[in-house]
């Protein structure tokens, strides 16, 4: 070709894409009478496998999950005499995906006391994927995970930390890939705002915007609103209706309720939120029943069950029964039952 040929050229620049989006969830799943099933499971001379409920990361593939715990023991045959002997807590991830493979990456782990991730030999998570799995799962291979994961042996020796009311929690950090999708324009996606309705109603508790009603509590005052209060409950929906004081003076006594524990209180109503649990959960389920706040009285419930002891559980037991826990009543009951047994 000719110089002036080249010349004629017209050069074009084009570009194209492939994109693939992700699709995340950390699933945990609670396991009670973990003691007993271990102890019935060692004697047996084949391993026992527990299976989770479904679950899914809401894949355009409409994917489905589950876990598979496992109690095994080293094959007594081994090559590696060292651990023939041992026990082991296996886990793995299985696939409900029929004739289909699906890109994945997964992180396993046990929950303990604290709520802390802990990884395979009690390694603890750093917020890295260091220790993550990529792989595709198909029809030929439909689960996978780790045959060793814990050792029972060490794990018994820790459950104090890992055993709450007997009940062993693990999880995986799942993260499911749809097929590539080939474009020759770049996909940006626009995210979502992170800003939530009860961010706003949190604003108007906090800058006492147009409040029409005051609550007293021993000492202290809160400014409210009447609106918000008799969505949320049915017992401040009669105070504000036909002829009632509360209604006439705008004005509320809450009496026999500690003001930071109210403030919780009104802290839920305003965001269904309630922090510090620890210190005030016995009160605010008093309040919550008194009220019929039942989103907080199911909170207060959970968290007490998660605390029960030998040394507690009469008192909340008494506790749950006087303020009609009843979930927490037979949670309790079981719990000290349990106890006896042993």
């Not at 403030?263 to 109503?269: M, P, R, S, T």
Request: charged share 30%.
């Amino acid at each position: 070709m000719s110089n002036d040929a080249e010349q004629n050229l017209i050069y074009q620049e084009k570009e194209g894409y492939s994109h693939s989006e992700a699709h995340s969830i950390i699933y945990t799943w609670k396991i009670d009478q973990i003691s007993s099933f271990i102890e019935s499971t060692r004697r047996e001379k084949k391993p026992v496998d527990i299976y989770s409920p479904k679950f899914s990361t809401g894949a355009k593939i409409r994917d489905s999950w589950y876990l598979k715990l496992r109690i095994r023991k080293d094959n007594p045959k081994s090559k590696n005499k060292s651990s023939s002997s041992q026990e082991w807590v296996s886990i793995y991830l299985c696939s409900n995906n029929e004739n289909r493979e699906v890109r994945t990456k997964y992180l396993f782990f046990l929950l303990n006391k604290k709520k802390e991730k802990i990884l395979d030999n009690f390694l603890p998570y750093n917020q890295s994927w260091d220790r993550c799995i990529n792989t595709f799962f198909s029809s030929s291979k439909r689960e996978f995970g780790f045959p060793r994961f814990v050792k029972i042996d060490r794990l018994l020796e820790e459950k104090d930390k890992f055993f709450q009311n007997d009940t062993l929690t693990v999880g995986v950090h799942l993260i499911v890939y749809d097929d590539y999708v080939a474009t020759n324009h770049p996909i940006n996606k626009l995210k979502a705002s992170t800003h939530k309705l009860s961010n706003d109603f949190r604003d108007l508790l906090v800058d006492k915007k147009k409040c029409d009603v005051k609550i007293q509590v021993g000492r202290k005052i809160f400014d409210a609103h009447k609106l918000v209060l008799i969505t949320r409950s049915c017992v401040f929906d009669a105070m504000f209706s036909h002829d009632m004081k509360e209604n006439k003076k705008n004005e509320i006594t809450i009496p026999h309720v500690d003001p930071d524990v109210f403030k919780k209180v009104l802290d839920y109503i305003y965001t269904n939120k309630v922090n510090d649990l620890d210190t005030s959960a016995e009160e605010l389920l008093e309040v919550s029943d008194k009220y019929q706040l039942l989103g907080l009285k199911e909170i207060c419930e959970e968290h007490l069950s998660e605390t029960l002891s030998v040394e507690n559980s009469i008192r909340i037991l008494i506790l749950a029964d006087l303020y009609n826990a009843n979930r927490l009543v037979e949670f309790a009951k079981h719990y000290i039952v349990n106890k006896l047994a042993n």
